[in-house]
């Protein structure tokens, strides 16, 4: 699975952008998708991700600001990012696994700042 990773860019506090992450194959039989970013200086962490039965799981960060959403038709899933703050400068990455095996897509930065 091939994924590719696109939307980011530079964003002032408390602006919005959409992220998504295309696969080269049919997501269905994915067990899941996830959004991960990596701060400069710091570990890669999870924001969130979303299973194939559609349940959604958040880091606390993000919770009630970042919203994951999937389009099984365009194999593309989506991270909708609200009320974003300089904390939320990262490159984002999406992933996804199935029966134990992970692909990750290539990074999209996103910069918060005034």
């Given at each position: 699975?091939q ?16 992220l ?5 194959r049919?997501?269905?039989s994915?067990?899941?998708?996830g ?7 710091k570990?890669?962490?999870l ?5 194939s ?7 606390d ?7 994951i ?29 199935m ?9 999209t ?6």
């Amino acid at each position: 699975v091939q994924l590719q990773a696109s939307g980011g860019g530079l964003v002032q506090p408390g602006g919005s952008l959409r992220l998504s992450c295309a696969a080269s194959r049919s997501i269905v039989s994915l067990n899941y998708m996830g959004w991960y970013r990596q701060a400069p200086g710091k570990q890669r962490e999870l924001v969130g991700i979303i299973t194939s039965g559609g349940s959604t799981n958040y880091a606390d960060s993000v919770k009630g600001r970042f919203t994951i959403s999937r389009d099984n038709a365009k194999n593309t899933v989506y991270l909708q990012m609200n009320s974003l703050k300089p904390e939320d400068t990262a490159v984002y990455y999406c992933k996804a696994g199935m029966d134990g095996d992970y692909y990750w897509g290539q990074g999209t930065l996103v910069t918060v700042s005034s």
